[in-house]
C-alpha cells in the first residue's frame, strides 16, 4: 500500500472518528450523565459537615463542552490510530473485503482495547474509589489492556499458522481458546480492586457501567460501519456508468 493511500484512509479514519465520537457522545450524555448526577449526589451528602474543594469548572460546564471535547477528541484520535492499524491488517487477516476487515478490525479491538480490561477493571462513577490509589488503579488497567491488545495479535497469528493444517475454522477455535484461557488466567494472577462504598447505591453503580459500556460500543460499532464504507469507496471505486448509445450519437 503506497502513502497516498495511507495518507488518504488515515484522513478518513480521523473523519469517521469524529463522527463515531458525535454518536457516542449522544450515548454518554442521555445515558451516562444521569449516573454521574447521582453519584456526585451521594459523594456530597457523605461529605457534609466537611470542607469543600474550590470548583474549578462548572458541574454544567463539564456535563456539556467538556464531555464534548473530551469525546470529539478521543474519536479523532482513536479513528487515525485504527486507520494506521487497517492499512497493516488489511490482506494479512483473511481475504476480507475493505468493509468486512475494517468492521472486523473493530469488532477485536473493541474486545481487545475494551471489553476484556473492562470484565476485570470496570470503570466507577465519582465517589468510587480511594484517591490514594488511582495510581494502581490506572496501572493495573492499563496493564490488563496491554496483556489484552498482545494477546490478541498473539492469538492472531497462532489462528493464521494452524489454518493450513486445521483449516480456517478449527484453527479459529484454537485461538479463542487459547486467547480465553491466558485472559483467565491473568483474571486469575492479577489483584482485584473493590472500593465500592458498601452504601453506594447498586443501580447507579450498574447504569453507569452499562453507559460506559454502551459509549464504547457505539464508538466502535458507529467506525467500523462508517469507515468500513470510506475505505470501501477508496480502494473498490464503482465503475463509471457507461453513457446511453443515444447520448454518445453525435446528431448530424
Known amino acids: 500500500m503506497n502513502s497516498a493511500t495511507v495518507r488518504k484512509l488515515l484522513v478518513r479514519g480521523m473523519l469517521a472518528g469524529l463522527a463515531a465520537g458525535v454518536l457516542a457522545l449522544i450515548v454518554a450524555y442521555v445515558l451516562g450523565e444521569p449516573s454521574v448526577d447521582k453519584a456526585i449526589g451521594f459523594e456530597e451528602a457523605h461529605a457534609a459537615g466537611h470542607e469543600h474543594e474550590v470548583e474549578l469548572v462548572s458541574r454544567s460546564l463539564q456535563s456539556t463542552a467538556g464531555l464534548a471535547t473530551g469525546v470529539l477528541i478521543y474519536g479523532v484520535s482513536f479513528g487515525g490510530i485504527a486507520a494506521l492499524a ?74 493464521r499458522r494452524l489454518a493450513p493444517r486445521l483449516g480456517t475454522w478449527y484453527a479459529t477455535v484454537v485461538a479463542v481458546a487459547a486467547f480465553a484461557l491466558v485472559i483467565g488466567l491473568a483474571f486469575a494472577f492479577l489483584p482485584a480492586v473493590n472500593e465500592v462504598p458498601a452504601d453506594f447505591p447498586a443501580t447507579v453503580l450498574w447504569r453507569f457501567r452499562l453507559s460506559a459500556l454502551a459509549m464504547q460500543a457505539t464508538l466502535w460499532a458507529g467506525f467500523g460501519l462508517l469507515f468500513g464504507e470510506l475505505a470501501e469507496r477508496l480502494l473498490n471505486p464503482r465503475p463509471a456508468p457507461a453513457a446511453p448509445a443515444s447520448a454518445a450519437a453525435v446528431p448530424g
Open 86 to 159: 487497517y492499512c497493516f491488517a488489511l490482506g494479512r487477516v483473511g481475504r476480507f473485503s475493505p468493509r468486512a476487515t475494517a468492521l472486523l478490525l473493530s469488532g477485536c479491538a473493541l474486545l481487545a482495547v475494551y471489553v476484556v480490561p473492562f470484565l476485570k477493571y470496570p470503570a466507577n462513577p465519582p465517589a468510587v474509589g480511594d484517591p490514594d490509589t488511582i495510581g494502581r488503579r490506572t496501572t493495573l488497567y492499563f496493564l490488563m489492556m496491554v496483556l489484552s491488545v498482545l494477546l490478541a495479535v498473539a492469538a492472531t497469528i497462532l489462528g
